[in-house]
């Protein structure tokens, strides 16, 4: 079935260090990853994407890695500050072209001074 | 541009009652998706509308429906409300083509079903 879960629902970091949060799916055909930052109050933020014929693409400050072999995504955050408390979720697009997304559980990342 | 609008902020409804959200999507966008994300749940998809048509459904009873309007804006209906279905009632507009995957969300419709 379609699925996308995360390995962790809270992270600390100190600022100022990078922050990894991870994703697992479950539907080898997915075509397409997207991350998403939610803050209280919003509705998700993109935040950075990536197609599955790659396996890694960089934003400002933002990594997201790809291994189609295990399933599994990442999101790098470098140099972590303090707006980018939030809680961020994985999604992907199952079926190539199918406007939906399966999203994750989220990830609650706190930023400490 | 301004992005994706979706009223009311927030309502408060009794059992049973019946309740319409709307969301105006980005200019020029024709796509029009809809979420409904609690703590337990989740993000989970409602459906999505194309041009005036229902392009995908997820997997909610029939009390959730919805319509897309000639200029994109949609409607998403709940009917006989339950407790359950308390939660924040996201919209995402894109422009619908199979490339371009740039989904934008509202800020959301808060449902209290009391």
């Known amino acids: 079935g379609e699925s996308v879960g995360l390995h962790l629902p809270t992270l600390s970091v100190q600022e100022g260090d990078n922050s990894i949060i991870n994703c697992a799916y479950s539907n080898s055909a997915s075509d397409y990853f997207i991350w998403y930052k939610q803050e209280s109050g919003k509705g998700p933020q993109f935040i950075i994407d990536?197609?599955?014929?790659?396996d890694k693409r960089q934003g400002q400050r933002v990594t997201v890695l790809l291994n189609k072999t295990v399933k599994h995504l990442s999101l790098q955050i470098a140099a972590t500050q303090p707006g980018d408390s939030a809680v961020y979720f994985c999604?992907?697009?199952?079926?190539?072209?199918?406007?939906?997304?399966?999203f994750g559980q989220g990830t609650r990342l706190t930023i400490n001074p | 541009k301004a992005g994706v609008t979706q009223t009311p902020r927030y309502l408060i409804k009794t059992r049973g009652q019946q309740v319409t959200l709307s969301c105006s999507p980005i200019?020029?966008?024709?796509?029009v998706s809809w979420y409904q994300q609690t703590p337990g749940q989740g993000l989970q998809f409602l459906f999505e509308y194309f041009s005036e048509t229902q392009r995908n459904k997820g997997n909610f009873p029939g009390r959730f429906s919805g319509r897309q309007f000639s200029n994109s804006r949609s409607e998403m209906n709940v009917s006989t409300l339950e407790l359950g279905d308390s939660a924040l009632y996201l919209c995402?507009?894109?422009?619908?083509?199979?490339?371009?995957?740039?989904?934008?969300f509202g800020s959301g419709t808060r449902l209290t079903v009391v």
């Open positions: 200019s020029g966008h024709r796509s």
């Open positions: 999604a992907e697009t199952p079926i190539q072209g199918a406007q939906k997304l399966v």
């Open positions: 990536i197609r599955s014929n790659m």
């Open positions: 995402a507009s894109s422009s619908g083509q199979n490339s371009n995957y740039g989904y934008t």
